[in-house]
């Protein structure tokens, strides 16, 4: 007897795009807010930007329901870490959590695919991008999601970040103002909308420096 739902799987991709840029003295974070399975569009209006602590913020895109677990998870764990240490975690520490969290489960993985932003203690940008498994690197830029193969040749182009091979080494922090780096963000968008059918109807944009934390949006295409 042939076997009946033997294409079943566990993972869904929910599609989405999410960019980071650090600058020598803030950093932006930006996904846009389509939800898709398949051909259809779930909802217009989701938040894939999360807030880890207050100079720390993820943007994931991948599996929103193994997102949301691996949301549930930090939190609880910055929250044991706050009740022991009386301090919020840095982004530096931060990064470390969200890597270890990830190769805890790489024998069935969280399908999230994450980059996270913020500030360090010194006050510097700061950007660490993720594969599923839980390998890291701090860089000046990232691009995760299904529009990442779109915006990171761009990225590239317009931010090349020097080797980490080099020495001596050099800051991984883009040379733009953030009122650049904004408007390179919504280019990057307005692009990867063209293209991908996963990324569309607005770009959420959060903005990290020394006066806190804004948030702007820009209307994408709907189509």
């Not at 895109?61 to 975690?89: E, T, W």
Request: aromatic fraction near 10%; charge should be neutral.
């Amino acid at each position: 007897m042939p076997k009946e739902q033997a294409n079943w799987s566990p993972y869904d991709n929910n599609g989405g795009t999410c960019v980071a840029i650090a600058g020598a003295d803030y950093c932006v974070i930006a996904a846009d807010t389509r939800m898709s399975t398949g051909y259809s569009i779930l909802t217009r209006e989701y938040s894939k930007i999360c807030k880890l602590a207050d100079k720390s913020f993820m943007a994931s895109s991948g599996f929103q329901a193994d997102v949301k677990a691996l949301q549930k998870v930090l939190a609880s764990r910055h929250s044991i870490y706050q009740h022991q240490h009386n301090k919020q975690m840095s982004c530096p520490a931060m990064a470390q959590l969200l890597s270890n969290t990830l190769y805890y489960k790489r024998f069935f993985p969280y399908y999230a695919f994450n980059v996270l932003g913020g500030l360090d203690i010194e006050g510097k940008g700061c950007v660490f991008t993720y594969d599923a498994v839980g390998s890291y690197e701090r860089v000046g830029y990232s691009a995760q999601g299904s529009g990442a193969t779109l915006i990171t040749p761009f990225l590239d182009n317009q931010l090349k970040s020097p080797s980490p091979l080099l020495l001596p080494a050099k800051d991984a922090v883009t040379p733009l103002s953030e009122a650049e780096a904004i408007d390179l963000v919504k280019t990057c968008f307005a692009s990867a909308t063209e293209r991908d059918i996963y990324t569309g109807d607005k770009v959420e944009i959060v903005i990290l420096n020394a006066d806190g934390i804004r948030r702007e949006y820009e209307e994408l295409r709907r189509d």
